[in-house]
């Protein structure tokens, strides 16, 4: 299998892609803004799209039309209500571009499809080189506003009061974020973003308490998802990101069944005292 370039060119670029989606997906989790990080890769096909349309590589405009698109979210809201309508006016207002650029080159189909759903192992060199140096600017820019990023995700209220600016760190959070999200779309495609940026934090998030240990299990989750669909696509000749995809579903799903399975059910009783305030449940039982 690693006889062939291009498959050892699929497994470095997986490799990259996959630590840092894993570890900015962690804090994306943890924040809540996972949304943000599935609306930042529609923007990232929008800028795809353009690119393409006035002959630059694809990877360029979606890196930079998601880095816009992240600060724009943060900018226009810090706060969780206000989070989600700046969310959803960047997401509509780039799919209204990215339907106007496919209606004027429409040639560009093949690449579209690509583009939505990943293809891991049409990755050149000169793209892991790219994603390399992508990768390492994510990483270096999150271990430096990690601490009062986690401070502000953890207790807003206190950070604040403790001079700790909110704007401040989401819009630089979302840029981070952003170039993440560029990188995993060229891996498991805008559509399936959630696979490596969203399921490995999750199912990291239920396996360990540690804001740090958390991070590595998350990265190491999605290297070891990716690394694992890679091979099984390069035996079965199905798609790489369906089983990426696959796998990852399929861990968050081992750490969510058995918490499940553990729940005792509530009985109607009990289920009516908790829908009842307080004077008026012991009024009855009286």
């Not at 943060?74 to 997401?91: E, F, M, Y």
């Not at 760190?169 to 498991?188: D, G, K, M, N, R």
């Amino acid at each position: 299998m690693l006889d062939y370039d291009f498959m050892r060119d699929a497994f470095a670029a997986a490799t990259v892609v996959a630590i840092v989606s894993g570890a900015v997906g962690y804090f994306l989790v943890l924040r809540g803004q996972t949304f943000a990080g599935h609306a930042l890769a529609h923007v990232g096909f929008t800028g795809a799209t353009g690119a393409v349309l006035f002959g630059i590589a694809p990877i360029w405009g979606l890196v930079l039309l998601t880095v816009a698109g992240g600060i724009g979210m943060g900018l226009l809201g810090d706060r969780l209500a206000q989070r989600d309508v700046a969310i959803g006016i960047v997401l509509a207002l780039s799919l209204g571009f990215g339907l106007l650029f496919l209606h004027f080159y429409t040639a560009f189909a093949a690449q579209a499809t690509a583009l939505l759903f990943g293809n891991v192992l049409a990755v050149d060199v000169n793209t892991v080189w790219t994603l390399l140096a992508l990768g390492v600017v994510s990483l270096t820019a999150l271990a430096v506003i990690s601490r009062p990023l986690l401070f502000a995700s953890l207790q807003p209220e206190l950070a604040e009061a403790k001079g700790v600016s909110l704007r401040t760190y989401s819009v630089l959070f979302l840029a981070i974020v952003a170039l993440a999200t560029a990188e995993c779309a060229q891996i498991v495609g805008v559509l399936l973003v959630f696979t490596l940026m969203v399921c490995p934090a999750a199912a990291a998030q239920r396996l360990t308490s540690g804001v740090g240990k958390g991070v590595l299990l998350s990265a190491a989750l999605a290297l070891v998802e990716a690394w694992l669909g890679i091979t099984l696509a390069f035996y079965t000749d199905w798609p790489s990101s369906f089983w990426i995809t696959a796998l990852s579903a399929g861990v968050y799903l081992l750490t969510v069944l058995p918490r499940l399975a553990l729940t005792k059910p509530v009985s109607l009783s009990a289920r009516e005292d908790m829908d009842l305030p307080a004077p008026i449940v012991a009024s009855q039982k009286r």
